[in-house]
């Protein structure tokens, strides 16, 4: 089992770029999340996804999108890149649709010049 | 809203020693509560997941508690080594999102 995984590692991007952070999972895991995390303010909540075609909101949704697009896949994306999405952007998964024990990938660091 | 704080910030000790690692939290209305470490410029590792039905969780030389009522849960490393330098991170549910919540981290170092 590979886990959590995240693609891509590392990506650098100017103001006003998009992109795309995939994340897919092969533990058969219902839920799914992004956080990301910042210097000084520890994880924060992007979005999640309680089962295969949800997702709602977290503390920090502004600037991004999600999709589930199947049970295994749970991409972000920002649509208008700026400096304060500089940040290293972790996704979970756990088994279960409420809060039980959470998986994370290894990460992407991202910087938006 | 679900807020952490883990105490304290950071903790430099000599190989071998006992370390308790604190954590606080607001809402006491939680089922489960995640310990985690993140080595640097790495991804979180789970350590122990303790359930509110449970008082203490082991795993090998970690052992966490967790106290609902007084909304507190302590990570106790036994004969610390090297090898346990990193930031440990406290994560209770935020029920009403769904999600964890996590405080800003303890670093431990570790010196030989």
């Known amino acids: 089992n590979a886990g959590v995984t995240q693609t891509p590692k590392f990506q650098v991007l100017k103001t006003g770029q998009s992109m795309t952070l995939q994340c897919a999972q092969d533990m058969n895991h219902n839920s799914m999340y992004w956080y990301r995390q910042d210097p000084g303010m520890g994880l924060r909540l992007i979005y999640y996804s309680a089962s295969e075609g949800t997702t709602d909101k977290g503390e920090v949704p502004n600037g991004y999108n999600v999709s589930r697009l199947n049970k295994r896949e749970f991409s972000l994306r920002l649509e208008s890149a700026a400096p304060s999405q500089t940040s290293v952007y972790f996704c979970?998964?756990?088994?279960?649709?409420?809060?039980?024990?959470?998986?994370f990938g290894p990460g992407t660091r991202l910087t938006v010049t | 809203k679900q807020e952490v704080t883990q105490i304290p910030a950071a903790l430099s000790v000599p190989e071998g020693e006992n370390l308790v690692l604190n954590c606080s939290f607001t809402?006491?209305?939680?089922?489960?509560l995640q310990w985690f470490r993140q080595d640097p410029g790495k991804g979180l590792t789970s350590l122990l997941l303790?359930?509110?039905?449970?008082r203490e969780q082991t795993s090998g030389r970690l052992n966490a508690s967790l106290d609902k009522s007084s909304g507190r849960s302590t990570l106790y490393i036994a004969a610390s080594q090297p090898g346990d330098s990193a930031t440990y991170l406290c994560a209770p549910p935020d029920t009403g999102r769904r999600a964890l919540t996590f405080g800003s981290g303890t670093r431990l170092q570790v010196q030989p």
């Open positions: 979970a998964s756990s088994p279960g649709t409420g809060v039980d024990e959470q998986y």
């Open positions: 809402d006491s209305a939680i089922y489960n």
């Open positions: 303790i359930q509110s039905s449970q």
